[in-house]
């Protein structure tokens, strides 16, 4: 469904700052299938997603999505085909907008649109029971602008967003790593729903260890701008954090604890 091949991204090039983010990373990804994305600072994580999502153009390689080659294509072109929530919570949404303007956005996003006929009383009703799932009585506050949310209600809302087209690739970039444990864990388990309900094909880049062998069907490990593990089925269900500490030791041969590994 997802295929990148020989993907390399480097930047400052021909400078003494040159940085290569990306080394000919190449991975095909089923359709529906959810894979973490674990690594240091610095391990091309967030670059991998951005080249998926069409902010970055590579170097060199291929992004293909159901058979086509869209590695030229805008993150505009890309649109209609690919949802994301980042790791700011501000970053999803337009919050001098209400929750339900924001919505409409997200319902037609990758078409032609305009607010005053995005807001309809079908969709303020389908908006409703939407966010209703959520669990946050945002439900009752559709006029509400959204600037004035907490941050696990606008992450919450971003993540709704995201999937309200039923993009055929959801994006998920730190997204839980600004929250608050409490919120943190609500927006994991808003994530798991949703994806269980709409199967977009997933990639989630977390620094969290325990949260990438949690959710997904698939782990990979990246360290300088290569996938140095990837474990999916059986190995990935019996894998716990000592594992991932073990296998990140043996790619940088020397040993880290679990604070250097998240920093």
């Known amino acids: 469904m997802l295929t990148l091949s020989k993907i390399s991204q480097s930047f400052y090039r021909g400078t003494v700052n040159e940085k290569h983010a990306l080394r000919k ?149 730190e997204h839980t790593a600004a929250l608050d444990p409490q919120r943190a864990a609500l927006v994991v388990r808003l994530t798991r729903e949703l994806v269980e309900r709409h199967r977009p094909t997933t990639l989630m880049v977390t620094h969290n260890m325990e949260q990438a062998l949690e959710l997904g069907d698939r782990l990979i490990m990246m360290h300088d701008g290569e996938i140095v593990v990837d474990v999916s089925g059986e190995r990935k269900a019996r894998a716990t954090v000592a594992d991932l500490l073990s296998a990140f030791e043996e790619v940088r041969g020397a040993e880290l604890s679990d604070r250097t590994l998240l920093g």
């Open 25 to 173: 990373v190449s991975i095909e990804i089923a359709e529906g299938e959810f894979v973490t994305v674990i690594g240091s600072n610095g391990a091309g994580k967030s670059t991998l997603l951005n080249v998926v999502a069409g902010k970055l153009h590579p170097d060199s390689g291929t992004v293909t999505i159901e058979g086509h080659d869209v590695t030229r294509l805008s993150d505009h072109d890309r649109a209609s085909m690919i949802g994301r929530v980042f790791q700011d919570p501000r970053a999803g949404t337009a919050p001098e907008l209400t929750i339900e303007e924001n919505l409409a956005i997200a319902y037609t996003r990758g078409k032609a649109r305009g607010l005053r006929r995005g807001v309809t009383k079908h969709r303020r009703d389908l908006f409703a029971s939407e966010l209703a799932t959520l669990e946050q009585g945002l439900e009752s506050r559709l006029k509400t602008r959204v600037a004035t949310l907490s941050g696990g209600q606008r992450q919450a809302l971003s993540l709704l967003m995201a999937t309200f087209s039923q993009p055929k690739i959801l994006l998920l970039d």
